[in-house]
T-cell receptor, first 114, second 109 residues
Framework: EAGVVQSPRYKIIEKKQPVAFWCNPI?????LYWYLQNLGQGPELLIR????????DSQLPKDRFSAERLKGVDSTLKIQPAELGDSAVYLC????????????FGEGSRLTVL | GEDVEQSLFLSVREGDSSVINCTYT??????LYWYKQEPGAGLQLLTY?????DMKQDQRLTVLLNKKDKHLSLRIADTQTGDSAIYFC?????????FGTGTRLTIIP
């Protein structure tokens, strides 16, 4: 069974440029999460989807971040414009359902903003 | 908000036991988890414990939970070089999984 797939693995951009990350969750997993992981820190939730509905986006900086999960499968996370402080690893995870903490993580997309 | 704290570093000799500690503040936690992150990889679930249990054993892993003190520990018996990683404690409550800062485990040959 394929795991959670993310791309790109690495991205280097200049500040004020846009960037997008893509995630393909495990087949059949209805719940999808985007987490932000700063260096030396634990993951912090940005947004959680139940199928195609964003049910918790309270921590997503909506002035520059946006996300979508069309058709309730793949998801994209976009930052526009990127700032220096956005340099981090963006992790996607999925689970069969909400109500438990057994998440399956992708390898992450490491963003460097110059 | 919820807070989960861990010490940042732990060094252990190969073959010894490792004990990684964690404290949390959320009284509504239903499950507590241990995740492992190897370099350049995502997090991988190691084990978990339900909040009404005080111990769970799974091969080399033993989880102890002191709910009164909100203290969780992970013991790895016979630590091997492959156990080198960052270990994250996480608590699940109010439909949210909150992670600690992670403990980097280094194995000394």
């Amino acid at each position: 069974e394929a795991g959670v797939v993310q791309s790109p693995r690495y991205k280097i951009i200049e500040k004020k440029q846009p960037v997008a990350f893509w995630c393909n969750p495990i087949s059949g997993h209805n719940t999808l999460y985007w987490y932000l992981q700063n260096l030396g820190q634990g993951p912090e939730l940005l947004i959680r989807y139940e199928n195609e509905e964003a049910v918790d986006d309270s921590q997503l900086p909506k002035d520059r971040f946006s996300a979508e999960r069309l058709k309730g499968v793949d998801s994209t996370l976009k930052i526009q414009p990127a700032e220096l402080g956005d340099s981090a690893v963006y992790l996607c995870a999925s689970s069969i359902r909400t109500g438990e903490g057994e998440l399956f993580f992708g390898e992450g997309s490491r963003l460097t903003v110059l | 908000g919820e807070d989960v704290e861990q010490s940042l570093f732990l060094s252990v000799r190969e073959g010894d036991s490792s004990v990684i500690n964690c404290t949390y503040t959320d009284s509504s936690s239903t499950y507590l988890y241990w995740y492992k992150q190897e370099p350049g990889a995502g997090l991988q679930l190691l084990t978990y414990i339900f909040s009404n249990m005080d111990m769970k054993q799974d091969q080399r892993l033993t989880v102890l939970l002191n709910k009164k003190d909100k203290h969780l520990s992970l013991r790895i018996a016979d630590t091997q070089t492959g156990d080198s990683a960052i270990y994250f404690c996480a608590d699940y409550g109010n439909e949210k999984l909150t992670f600690g800062t992670g403990t980097r485990l280094t194995i000394i040959p």
